[in-house]
């Protein structure tokens, strides 16, 4: 048996060319698994490229021969191998020694009983020579029917299939248009192509997009809804497209439906309307909803008689907008929506919107490199917004933005100059509403009862009470979510969907002076902590910068968060760094004459010195003058209490002691530590012996007490006696050490467990990333 292609591998004039080489890896592998599933009308199922035994698709079955095969005919029962090989250069030409590997694989696909027959699919050249001698080579590796296809061959089936064009949309922005669509529908192409540049260019088929051709194939109307930026305007624009060529429709790009209603025509049935923001764009218009409510009866005359119809909205203007559209009347515009929802996009299309972006973005080659190995960490960040992975590949929106792992994934995960920009958008009565859910902190109650200060805010954006109940109701869903909060049935109320929505809507509101007195009081305790400064005006990646009169806000924050961040006497660190970092010496003393306990409170950190945070804040009392002379003598004596006892010598080392001690304190702990600690060094050996907890690994155990004593050690080298006692103890502690030669922790205890775990495990293989080619 033999292939009969209907076209030569080498383009003759006039010859479609849909540029493959310009798709990644994965991307052609799909394309080719589209066209063969299209030609042949039989399934195709596409494997990993990981582990797949040399074997990128494959089909088993009975064949079935196609109505009006093309490229194959007489093909045998039996299994399937489909092959791709995709390269990134034009214009080249594959030759056999580039198969090497795969003519192995294919002879062992053969002896496992798994290849009849081998397709090889590729989107460079290739020679007649060449496919004669590639053709041999697999019969001699025992396939039975090879067979190879090439470039020219999927362009040619490209542009012979409106199908395929429909499910594989992203060919329209590759080729020439004018060998494919007639004259007439070619000139509205183009105007299309210039909506769409570059969002054609990095589209991807979706689960909704495939959803959305069905509904206009089988009912002519489809209302797309979902989140600002998904890209619920790309899809009707790429249906608009498709209803070009799959269908013959003249493509009508309406603004309201009084535009449709003027441009349908009874006589002309082949009618696609494209109406983009169908009920406001960033907020509900009513006067559009009042003309859809008239007109509707006409819209849907006009998809009875043959016309197509795709509405786009924003979600939550649609929830405002839908009372007034009368559904109950028109279950057709209640039934078929197709709901874009970035929450329900599988990680496989997340990955291939981030790489088409990154791909086909601005990014020099060397920053694409740089965040190849984040990008899969990165696509599965939440949530994500296929516009904010088309930032990532700007370079405009990616100046100060380092390509690591943490730096992308803040990106994807925390798009807030992308959330600000929507929420400028906004009208004052959802800003308002807003801006009540982020005051209210864990959730605004509902029915909403209105205090003085809720009111103010109301006042303050210039909304009223009624439009800020009205925004609550549609704005849920979107940016609201309508719930009982997390361990409470007893109350519902609104708060935000998303923590990032909070985050991001409070950093909007911090660009206006007039509502910083709602940020502060809305923040929750871990973002008020690393995200404004009160005074210091030094720190990077500060939020908002604290005036003088807010002040007393900031501390009335503060002592009403203080319970949430403080176990017994142990404080987070992002609570003594706000204080030793991010306070003025005036906010400090307003803080401290508020929370009277607060200084005593951080003398009472415990050893280790190293791990301790209280002396950084501390320090920053000190300099401030706000330490008492009787304060200072007590942390001078607590000091010397763990010096001695512990020992711990930390004092010694870390800067804020620098600052805390003077000459005289650092003579004094000397001291004490030569007439306290060295006179009793063996007792101190012992002490740590009986207190080496079951499991620890010991030479990590004794190496802190090493640490303290060789840092004694030095400040001791001018004193030979106590040097000499401290050299003695140290080689003592050594010894301690390694007693403990049989020490074998059982599993999952001990430092040590991890560490020989990592020797004894290999990570498991690694299935190839779409992102491998995003530097090419």
């Not at 060998?179 to 979706?206: H, K």
Request: glycine share 6%; hydrophobic share 40%.
């Amino acid at each position: 048996m033999t292939a009969h292609p209907r076209k030569g591998t080498v383009a003759a004039p006039g010859s479609p060319d849909f540029a493959l080489h310009t798709l990644g890896w994965r991307a052609f592998q799909d394309l080719c698994a589209a066209v063969l599933r299209e030609v042949w009308a039989q399934s195709v199922h596409t494997f990993a490229d990981s582990n797949d035994g040399g074997r990128d698709g494959a089909f088993h079955g009975t064949w079935q021969q196609p109505p009006d095969p093309i490229g194959v005919q007489d093909v045998p029962d039996g299994p399937f191998v489909l092959q791709c090989k995709h390269t990134k250069k034009a214009n080249t030409t594959l030759t056999p020694s580039e198969l090497s590997d795969e003519f192995a694989k294919a002879q062992a696909l053969v002896d496992q009983g798994l290849c009849g027959s081998y397709v090889l699919l590729t989107n460079a050249r290739v020679s007649g020579a060449s496919a004669a001698t590639i053709r041999q080579r697999l019969l001699d590796a025992g396939v039975g029917y090879p067979l190879i296809l090439d470039g020219q061959w999927i362009c040619d089936t490209i542009a012979t299939r409106q199908r395929l064009r429909t499910f594989v949309p992203r060919v329209y922005g590759l080729g020439d248009l004018s060998q494919i669509l007639d004259e007439r529908a070619y000139t509205q192409a183009q105007s299309l192509l210039g909506y769409l540049r570059d969002e054609l260019a990095t589209f991807v088929v979706t689960d909704a997009y495939r959803h959305a051709v069905q509904s206009v194939q089988d009912h002519g109307f489809v209302l797309l809804l979902g989140e600002p930026a998904v890209g619920k305007s790309v899809i009707a624009a790429t249906l608009a497209m498709t209803a070009l060529d799959a269908w013959g429709c003249l493509t009508v790009n309406a603004h309201d439906a009084d535009g449709l209603v003027r441009h349908w025509n009874p006589h002309e049935p082949n009618q696609f309307f494209w109406i983009d923001d169908a009920f406001g764009a960033v907020r509900h218009e009513q006067q559009l909803t009042d003309s859809w409510s008239r007109h509707m009866r006409n819209v849907m005359t006009a998809v009875r008689g043959g016309a197509k119809v795709v509405l786009t909205s924003r979600d939550y203007i649609y929830r405002d907008a839908r009372p007034y559209l009368k559904e109950y009347a028109y279950p057709l515009l209640h039934e078929q929506q197709v709901v874009v929802d970035v929450a329900q996009l599988p990680l496989h299309e997340r990955r291939q919107i981030l790489y088409n972006h990154i791909k086909l973005g601005d990014q020099p080659q060397a920053v694409r490199a740089m965040m190849k190995p984040h990008l899969d960490f990165a696509a599965e960040t939440e949530p994500f917004h296929p516009e904010v992975a088309r930032r990532l590949g700007q370079q405009t929106f990616t100046r100060h933005l380092e390509p690591t792992g943490e730096g992308i994934t803040d990106f994807m995960a925390r798009p807030t100059a992308f959330l600000r920009d929507v929420y400028a958008e906004l009208g004052p009565d959802e800003k308002a509403a807003l801006a009540l859910a982020y005051q209210a902190g864990e959730q605004l109650p509902a029915p909403l009862t209105l205090d003085a200060s809720q009111s103010d805010v109301i006042n303050r954006i210039g909304s009223a009470p009624a439009g800020v109940s009205r925004a609550l109701l549609a704005l849920t869903g979107t940016f609201l979510r309508f719930a009982s909060p997390p361990g409470n049935d007893s109350t519902t109320g609104w708060s935000f969907r998303h923590p990032t929505l909070q985050e991001s809507f409070a950093e909007f509101m911090a660009a206006d002076p007039n509502l910083l007195g709602i940020f502060i009081g809305g923040l929750n305790w871990r973002t008020l902590l690393t995200r404004i400064d009160c005074g210091t005006q030094q720190q990077r990646g500060t939020l908002l910068r604290v005036p003088p009169a807010l002040y007393p806000a900031v501390i009335k924050r503060l002592l009403a968060v203080e319970s949430q961040v403080r176990d017994g006497r142990y404080y987070l660190a992002e609570w003594y760094n706000f204080f030793a970092t991010r306070c003025s010496d005036t906010f400090l003393q307003l803080y401290t004459e508020a929370n009277t306990q607060f200084k005593e409170r951080m003398m009472q950190f415990i050893s280790f010195l190293d791990s301790a945070h209280e002396p950084k804040v501390l320090a920053r009392l000190h300099e401030a003058g706000l330490l008492t002379s009787q304060e200072h003598n007590l942390l001078r004596e607590r000091v010397a209490e763990l010096a001695i006892e512990t020992p711990d010598a930390a004092w010694l080392r870390q800067p804020e002691w620098h600052v805390l001690l003077s000459d005289t304190d650092r003579e004094y702990l000397l001291q004490r530590v030569r007439e306290e600690l060295i006179p009793d060094l063996e007792y101190t050996l012992d002490t740590w012996r009986d207190n080496l907890p079951s499991g620890e690994d010991p030479y990590q155990y004794y190496r802190v007490l090493q640490d303290e004593l060789g840092t004694y050690l030095e400040a001791f080298e001018q004193d030979a006696e106590t040097a000499s006692a401290l050299d003695r103890a140290i080689t003592n502690v050594e010894e301690a050490a390694t007693s403990y030669d049989d020490y074998d922790p059982e599993p999952g205890e001990g430092p040590y467990t991890r560490h020989r775990a990592g020797l004894s495990h290999q990570a498991p293989p690694r299935n190839r990333s779409i992102f491998d080619d995003i530097d090419s």
